[in-house]
């Protein structure tokens, strides 16, 4: 089955860190770009990082720059998000997903079910 | 940067209904947009890309419209399974990777 399945989340304290990871499987995991994606409670869903397929580019967020940090294990078919610094503003649900890019723009074809990630005081 | 407003923001519907969400874009972005279905509790789940490409196994009831500024996505028989939030996000190469505000259905 061609799936992403993302773990790691959970409660932490104000300023506190956390490391989300998210393993595939079902698809070639090195071929694709990957992103996370939060919901915060109902609320919209923001992009908050990019990391191309071979590690090369990655991007994030204004809203996370600085305090996160994305990478991925091609050879462990796994992605990881290691959050610092964390503040009751990143209380949310963390996606995982798969982007394909249509003439350079890309879309994401392939979510996990998300990992929730509490921040409180 | 470019920012995208869905609308409504929330509409009521009865099943068997044709339905239309709409996604305006502060400037012009020729067809590259996607459409996301988000059920409650559950991931968003890619229905549309390039504005009018239906991703495989999406029902053929959805369809997607519309360039530059203004698109559409329509439903054209609402389905007791269609009943979610439906987003949409511009297709860019680089970031941010925006999506738009979103519009719940709901059950009249």
């Known amino acids: 089955e061609v799936q992403v399945v993302e773990s790691g989340g959970g409660s932490v304290q104000t300023g506190g860190s956390l490391r989300l990871s998210c393993v595939a499987s079902?698809?070639?995991?090195?071929?694709?770009?990957m992103n996370w994606v939060r919901q915060a409670p109902g609320k919209g869903l923001e992009w908050i990082s990019y990391?191309?397929?071979?590690?090369?580019?990655?991007y994030y967020g204004d809203s996370v720059k600085g305090r996160f940090t994305v990478s991925r294990d091609n050879a462990k078919n796994s992605l990881q998000l290691q959050m610092n610094s964390l503040s009751a503003d990143d209380t949310a649900v963390y996606y995982c997903?798969?982007?394909?890019?249509?003439?350079?723009?890309?879309?994401?074809?392939?979510w996990g079910r998300g990992t929730l990630v509490t921040v409180s005081s | 940067d470019i920012q995208l407003t869905q609308s409504p923001s929330f509409l009521s519907a009865s099943l068997g209904d044709r339905v239309t969400i709409t996604c305006r874009a502060s400037?012009?972005?020729?067809?590259?947009l996607a459409w996301y279905q988000q059920k409650p509790g559950k991931a968003p789940k890619l229905l549309i890309y390039?504005?009018?490409t239906l991703q495989s196994g999406v029902p053929s009831r959805f369809s997607g419209s519309g360039s530059e500024t203004e698109f559409t996505l329509a439903i054209s028989s609402l389905q007791p399974e269609d009943f979610a939030t439906y987003y949409c996000?511009?297709?860019?190469?680089?970031?941010?990777?925006?999506f738009g505000g979103g519009t719940k259905v709901e059950i009249k």
């Open positions: 997903a798969a982007s394909s890019s249509w003439f350079g723009g890309w879309y994401f074809d392939l």
């Open positions: 079902g698809f070639t995991f090195s071929s694709y770009a």
């Open positions: 990391i191309s397929s071979d590690s090369s580019i990655i």
């Open positions: 400037q012009g972005i020729g067809s590259y």
């Open positions: 390039a504005a009018s």
């Open positions: 996000q511009r297709l860019k190469s680089y970031p941010p990777f925006t």
